[in-house]
């Protein structure tokens, strides 16, 4: 379960890393390209998938 926390929460931060590039307008050809609501969304989900990797890696097995 612990390999499996890490994982996820490393997929969470590329992902909200995207998401926030991508409502900033520095990732283009998507839909989401200059939209506001993936600028405020990515940082929220970057972050909680870097508590998902702290709270995984602490966690004793």
Known sequence: MRALGIALGAVMVITGAVW???GLGY???SPMTDQ??????????????????????????
């Open 20 to 22: 926030t590039l991508q």
């Open 36 to 61: 506001s609501i993936w600028a405020i969304l990515g940082p929220l989900v970057a972050g909680l998938g870097v508590a998902l990797v702290i709270v995984a890696a602490r966690r004793r097995e």
């Open 27 to 29: 990732l283009e050809g």
